[in-house]
Structure formats: C-alpha cells, structure tokens
C-alpha cells in the first residue's frame, strides 16, 4: 500500500525551512522543524521555501569546499 499523498519533509512548501552551512562552506535546505545537525549552523530563516532558495542562490557563490 502506498500514500499518493506523502510529502517528503524537506520537499515540503508548507512549512518553513532554515539555510545551514557548514565548516567547508557548503548550504543546505534543512525543514525548521527538524534539529540541526552537529556541524551545520542555521544562517537564515526560519522562512518560507523558496526564500530560503533565493538566499542559497545568492550566498553560495563558490561551489567548491574549502579545503
């Protein structure tokens, strides 16, 4: 049996949504719910999806790890 109506948390527009980065500068969409994980700070939100998509545009400018 399978739920057609299943949202995957983190693909979840409804709710808010925090910008995390880590030591080798790399972002994640992490849902506002969920707890950080150690080693990732929260660098915005609490906001909405596609906010939180038009910060990570804007801030990760360089793709490659730091080293």
Excluded at 16 to 22: P, S
């Amino acid at each position: 049996m399978t739920n057609d109506h299943y949202v995957n948390p983190f693909d979840d527009e409804r709710h808010a949504f925090l910008v995390l980065t880590n030591a080798a500068g790399q972002f994640s969409l992490w849902p506002g719910f969920a707890a950080v994980p150690d080693g990732w700070d929260a660098v915005f939100g609490p906001a909405g999806h596609a906010a939180c998509l038009d910060h990570i545009e804007a801030a990760w400018t360089v793709l490659v790890p730091a080293a």
